[in-house]
């Protein structure tokens, strides 16, 4: 290196220098490198507040309870913020059972052979996949080759696709961390191997597969571009049949086939209109959008951490 | 089994229904390991079928040399070049932003911050990632939009310069999350050797870190390009919506998936040659996804190091 040769040649004063050279180009880097960190923390706290103060007029106990409206000052959000609850159950019913049980296939089941190898490659290529070319797969599997229709259901499936891979990476990752001598002691005391998964493996592994859950979750309850895709109308004046009946059988899954509309679609239907006035509507929607997100990430990273704390091998 | 027998509780039955069990198991779990494949398989044979249904109106000829994209106007023109330049822009505003930023910020946490800082901060950094995309678009539109405008007071209301740069703010905690790992997994042994040989933090960073965690670095960057190309609502909403064939990012542009969004807003009968040009803009999007992450492969291979 040319450093090095040159230092021998170099007089003491002059490889001083050059040391107290380096020395402050260290100090100004440690000094960017924070500055810039805590630049991006700051857009992110820039980027709440100002949601927050652009939606203000807007928060109320209206704006949670009535129709989206022709007219802003009397706009809402009820028929989305439905919409979105009724999608992430969609979502969660059916992503979480079939993610943990593909990811305990792939950590305790597979053989090592191409055929797995073709299943983790796929995993991998999945969670690779513009969100977008979801929405087209449900556009022309679900909605239109299977009848579907724009209905609850559709989203549902088509979200709970999209976060297929993260609840399985997560889960595989937590069930990874689980040490081998416990499977052992439990295969030693004759256990088949789903009883050790199940009796063994899954309860030191719940907080990572929870944590992988809610972290698909918010990113499913923000995503946009699948589900205007699929055709979801941005203005909807009612709700979904509700779920539960006063007369037999009480429950009813009418809703699952009814059109919807979604937070994040009533956000992107506000933000596009020209009037300043759906503006503020938008913001404040965004706000409320926002929390949800930041709130699930941030009961995500706490359990991680809770269980993270009270397990000791 | 003879063995089972000195154990005279287990009775043979209970036995075999244990194993059935684990077998009717085994089998539901590898079904739930197959929807993964299955989803993949029904996105090419959907984006495949409706194209080569798109195909049979367009020439492949016209599609890649057209310079105009008009697929709903009654003077059809099926060129997709307009919306590769756009989806091209946009990446590359966002990648110009995000990548120094986001190795400089995996080099501090990395290399320079205390551990507690680094425990702190990564989690809030990652939030970042996590805030909708369609409030990035908003942020883009109503507040990065007038902040460029006063120092370029030409510059239009819809950009692809200030979706980029949202992008690009979007994209840099997945490129510092995953930088930081691999820089992390070099040895300590290197840095050891490298203080030893009375380098800086900086130095020992800048030569011995970053060169050793190269194809780490370049996975990330790979990641970050593939949430660029495919990143749909901040494009849809600030960068305007309409095709235009230029790489200057100060004009407004539609991408890729900015086009299909604006297509699936309208009420587009099934089966017309509009809503098959949205199947086939899928594929070219698929399709340069899959070139970056070709290159993100060989890149990683080519310049892996082995300790």
Redesign the interface.
Known sequence: MST?SAAAMMTPEALRRG?SR??I??RV??I???S??LA??A??A??FI??VR?GAPRFGWDFLTNFASRRASSAGILAAWVGTSLIMLVTAVCAV???V??A???EE??PKNWFTA??EI??T??A??????????A???LV?QLNLGQSILAAGLTLA?LI??IV?VATRESIRSVPNSIREAAYGL?A????VTKDHVLPYSTGGILTGMI?GL??A?????PI????ALSFIAFLPDPPIKSEFPFVSFQWLNDPFTAM?IQ??NW??RPDQAF?SN??AA?AI??CM??AM?GVA?FIRYRFRKKINW | MSETTAFPSISQSALRYRKMRDRIVEILLLIAGLVAVFTTLAIVAVLLIESSAFFDHVTLKEFLTDTMWTPLFADAHYGIMPLVAGTLTTTAVALILAVPLGTMIAIYLSEFAPHNVRETVKPILELLGAVPTVVYGYFALTMVTPMLQYFMPELPGFNMLSAGLVIGLMIVPYVSSVSEDAMRAVPRYMREGSYAMGATRLQTALRVVVPGAFSGLAAAFILGISRAVGETMVVAIAAGMQPNLTFDPREPAATITAYIVQVSLGDLAHGSVGYQSIFAAGLVLMFITLIFNVVGFWLTRRFREAY
């Open positions: 090095s040391l380096r020395k180009l260290d880097f440690v960017v490198g924070l810039l960190m991006c923390l857009i992110l820039v980027l100002d949601l652009d059972p079939v993610g049980m593909a305990i296939y792939l089941y597979a073709v299943v796929n995993v290529n999945l690779g996949v513009p969100s977008i070319v979801y929405g087209l797969l556009l022309g599997l239109h696709l297929l891979p399985i004759g088949t191997r789903w009883e972290l918010s990113r309850i923000g995503e946009t571009a205007i895709t699929i055709g994040p956000m992107f933000v596009s503006q938008a913001a965004g959008l926002l997100t930041l990430n990273i």
